[in-house]
């Protein structure tokens, strides 16, 4: 029926009525044929909210404001809840707004693999680990595409960094691809059947990703039978023939020159001299038409299509919710954290006046009162409101208690970047903004006016610390370092925040840390502090989150979605020099990213894989791990029974996430020392019990062989392991397959 209908529109489109739906005509809508009854596809960043308008054919914001919108966790933060529900929901609520804004493309989930802590985008990403990118990126996508809005699953693929990202080679081995880098975007078409998806800016082993047939027509289409519309990431596309040869449907960019954008007027002379069949622009025509037809923008339902709607409150519950559960707790030692009602009670009163002194919280650091949403690159949003960590600190505890801020870090200031977008120029070619260049006199001058404004604020952060009953250190990164188009140089805290840290724990060892950051840093100081909690960019509740968790509301239970090396030296790419370089990356450590690699290596990490504590404890029981009786021969089909007992053994309730590995010790090749292959989120009260159940498929033992092309199991015996952690197991048991 709906195929039907596609070929008779298709009948009625002149070549360049089909050129003009396969282009942008502005920045974020392709060409609309109204006298046909086609309508144009409006698409808009993107993951965290969507985006602000933008005239169409400029990059100063239209500058109005009715585009404020809900800002939503970062994908990092999504994945730090190990949560599929808060995914889902996520989801919905990107997609709602996205429709509300009158939206057909939220061009989000992105769900590249974090290869390297610097990447510029982690922040936007979800793990290094493909398995959580999967069970997450599924429901957000089927969440997003209720609202009759295309999720655009990016950027495809193996895009993992930013420095030179529109023309750096990414040379990656088979098995690495089948088992890292590509089984995200395969759960994201098959399982949760995005409607589009984004070709990377990069070259994937020597082609471009935009015109590179092994990706786009023979995995994509041919083995993953996508039906959906591939659009390319803005201005990823070099050529016209190459391009419109390959499954690429959409072409969109970032320059006003609509007209000679490669699948514009170049393409139809190119279908005119016979370098690019009618059937190949058809085959694209075909695609766009069947995505409009699943949004309901034409066709017999189109008066069905969901309106959707942005900033209602049900949206900031949500964004709250998942909030709460993206906050790892990394440290705690002897329970400095909560901050107890006990611990903020007022002085004994005054014997005359009965007058009673606050208590004192130095809360300090930037980060503290930073509003993070407009910033990162096409990830930046206009946000309806931001609780920094300060305001939800002021909110939830009143007037009651005496919370003084100090900045205790100096951010130079950086250039007016409201005018004009960064987007403008970002197809120049990028590489290394922070190069060891020689320092000028002036520039010589400026260091010490900023090195002079850092002792200042240290020493009066230091100071207030002195007069405090608590103090609340809130630092990390922002938007300079965790962004769009460049990568970091350095894996060290900015801002000499590290001396900063070091002088407030020398004065008040109970000192809470807390990283606000969207990728990984080194904590120098992590030994001799006693409390660190980690909080990805997680939307507009953030500091209302946050303070829950600090003051003890909120039981944190988020785990980490990626390994926290003690140094950037420990990683794999800084010992095979395989990253953030310009022209080619070879992925020499093949599957051997993130914990795959640490444990190999036996190399200690500051936090591992999946840790996260809680303000309760869990007790890990009767481990069964039986063969599934029903077993098929398909590597989809359930093969293992993974069963167990949780109890929270703590005084408060909380959540526990169980994470389950498997390991393949004895194989024809080499095999990681142990992966995640399932993970279950479990509510407890305290002294509760609960069974926790999971369902290893077949494919949860195989592995990619590069002689057959294919997954296989290979038989013998594995080992099935539960716990807290990749570095914290508590139950493990072997099967035989
Ligand atoms: C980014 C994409 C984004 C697009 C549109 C590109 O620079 O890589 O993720 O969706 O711009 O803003």
């Excluded at 730090?80 to 995914?87: D, I, M, P, Q, S």
């Excluded at 959580?132 to 895009?159: R, T, W, Y």
Aim: with cysteine; aromatic share 8%.
């Amino acid at each position: 029926m709906q195929e039907q209908l596609i070929e008779q529109i298709l009948e009625t489109l002149t070549l360049e009525e089909k050129s003009a739906m396969l282009h942008g005509v502005t920045f974020f809508r392709s060409g609309a044929v109204e006298e046909k009854g086609i309508p144009a596809v409006e698409t808009s960043d993107g993951p965290m909210g969507v985006r602000n308008e933008f005239p169409g054919d400029s990059w100063i914001p239209v500058g109005i404001s009715d585009d404020y919108v809900s800002y939503l966790p970062s994908n990092s933060a999504v994945a730090a809840t190990w949560n599929r529900e808060r995914a889902y929901a996520g989801g919905q609520v990107l997609g709602e707004e996205a429709r509300g804004r009158g939206k057909d493309v939220i061009l989000a989930p992105g769900i590249n693999i974090k290869r390297d802590p610097l990447c510029g985008r982690n922040f936007e990403y979800m793990s290094e680990d493909p398995y959580l990118v999967e069970e997450l990126a599924v429901p957000m996508i089927q969440g997003i595409q209720e609202s009759d809005v295309a999720a655009c699953v990016k950027h495809f693929a193996a895009n993992s960094q930013e420095t030179d990202r529109i023309w750096v080679d990414t040379i990656v081995d088979e098995r690495t691809l089948r088992e890292i880098y590509l089984p995200g975007f395969k759960a994201a078409v098959q399982r949760g059947k995005s409607y589009s998806l984004m070709n990377a800016y990069n070259k994937l082993n020597g082609e471009h990703c935009s015109e590179n047939k092994a990706l786009l027509n023979r995995i994509l289409r041919e083995e993953w039978g996508y039906d959906g519309a591939v659009i390319s990431d803005w201005g990823s596309v070099h050529t016209t023939r190459q391009a419109a040869e390959s499954a690429l449907d959409m072409e969109m960019s970032v320059t006003t020159n609509f007209d000679e954008y490669y699948f514009a007027r170049p393409l139809i002379e190119a279908v005119e001299k016979g370098e690019v069949s009618m059937e190949a622009v058809d085959e694209k025509v075909r695609n766009i038409l069947r995505l409009m037809l699943r949004l309901k923008m034409i066709g017999p339902e189109s008066g069905e299509r969901k309106q959707g709607a942005y900033n209602i409150p049900e949206h900031r519950e949500s964004i709250r919710a998942t909030a709460r559960e993206a906050i790892v707790l990394l440290k705690n030692e002897d329970g400095l954290l909560p901050i107890t009602p006990e611990r903020l009670e007022k002085g004994a009163p005054h014997p005359l006046t009965g007058y009673r002194k606050k208590k004192r919280i130095a809360v300090i650091g930037r980060n503290a009162e930073h509003m993070h949403s407009g910033g990162g690159g096409s990830a930046e949003i206009k946000a309806l409101y931001e609780i920094s960590p300060l305001m939800g600190l002021k909110i939830q505890l009143g007037g009651n208690v005496d919370i003084q801020y100090a900045p205790g870090y100096y951010i130079p200031g950086k250039k007016d970047v409201n005018e004009v977008n960064w987007q403008e120029t970002s197809l120049e070619r990028q590489v290394n903004r922070r190069k060891d260049q020689e320092e000028t006199a002036e520039e010589a001058k400026q260091r010490q006016e900023i090195e002079n404004q850092r002792k200042a604020l240290r020493e009066e952060a230091v100071a207030l610390a002195r007069t405090a009953d608590e103090v609340i250190f809130v630092g990390g990164l922002n938007h300079d370092y965790d962004v769009e188009g460049w990568d970091r140089d350095s894996m060290k805290l900015p801002y000499a925040q590290d001396q900063l840290i070091e002088e407030l724990l020398a004065v008040k060892p109970d000192t809470i840390i807390v990283m606000v950051a969207g990728s990984p840093v080194e904590m120098p100081w992590r030994e001799k502090a006693r409390a660190i909690v980690w909080n990805y960019y997680a939307g507009m509740e953030t500091g209302n989150a946050l303070a829950e968790v600090l003051l003890g509301r909120v039981c944190p239970s988020g785990k980490l979605p990626e390994t926290f090396p003690a140094l950037y030296d420990d990683t794999v790419t800084a010992k095979n020099g395989e990253f953030g370089k310009p022209e080619k990356v070879i992925f020499k450590e093949g599957i051997f990213v993130g914990y795959r690699y640490y444990e190999k290596e036996r190399i200690r990490p500051a936090f591992a894989f999946g840790h996260g504590l809680s303000y309760t404890s869990f007790a890990y029981d009767h481990l069964q791990v039986e063969m599934d009786p029903e077993r098929g021969k398909e590597l989809e089909d359930a093969a293992v029974r993974v069963s167990l007992e949780v109890t929270n053994t703590g005084a408060v309730a909380g959540a526990e996430i169980v994470q389950c590995y498997v390991a393949d010790p004895v194989c024809c090749v080499e095999r990681p020392v142990k992966e995640l292959k399932g993970f279950a989120k479990v509510f407890l009260e305290p002294g509760e019990t609960k069974q926790v159940s999971m369902v290893l498929p077949r494919r949860a033992f195989a592995f990619y062989d590069v002689e057959r092309h294919e997954f296989v199991v290979e038989p013998g015996e594995f080992t099935v392991l539960v716990g807290s952690a990749s570095d914290r197991i508590w139950q493990q048991e072997t099967v035989e397959l």
